[in-house]
């Protein structure tokens, strides 16, 4: 994909999505909010793809939750404009690590961010090794 080689980063997850008249402010560009659910459908995409359900996981007690996002913005989208969200996972310790880019299908960088996920079983935080098995395949290393 022309996208990976001119930014020489690749991806475990890839998704193309559009941009939705409802999502603009009154500058007509994306409201910064709309990237981080850009973002999160990204990776419950991703889970669903890899064999991970939310709501199957919740109904066995384990759930991912967002500890911490750092996200920079380069470039707006603007109103019907196609877009690709973009990730990598690592894992640190008890911690999921979701690399998030998302370019323009042009290929011009939007934002950049980087998102910490804890994982809570039973009511507490767990190391996820359940996940871990499942996301081994797409783990950076």
């Known amino acids: 994909m022309k996208l990976i080689k001119e930014n020489q980063k690749k991806y475990c997850y890839l998704l193309e999505m559009e941009v939705r008249d409802y999502e603009l402010d009154c500058e007509q560009i994306v409201n910064n909010a709309n990237y981080l659910h850009y973002m999160e459908h990204t990776r419950h995409k991703f889970c669903l793809e890899a064999g991970l359900s939310f709501i199957e996981m919740h109904e066995q007690g ?16 603007r109103g019907c404009q196609s877009f690709v969200s973009a990730l990598n996972v690592e894992r640190k310790g008890a911690r999921y690590i979701f690399h998030q880019d998302i370019f323009r299908q042009d290929g011009v960088l ?9 994982i809570i079983k039973d009511g507490r935080v767990s190391r996820g090794d359940e996940i871990a098995s499942i996301f081994a395949p797409y783990l950076s290393r």
């Open 62 to 77: 384990i759930d991912a939750v967002v500890r911490k996002i750092e996200i920079e913005y380069h470039t707006p989208l």
């Open 110 to 118: 939007v934002t950049t961010a980087v998102v910490t996920v804890a």
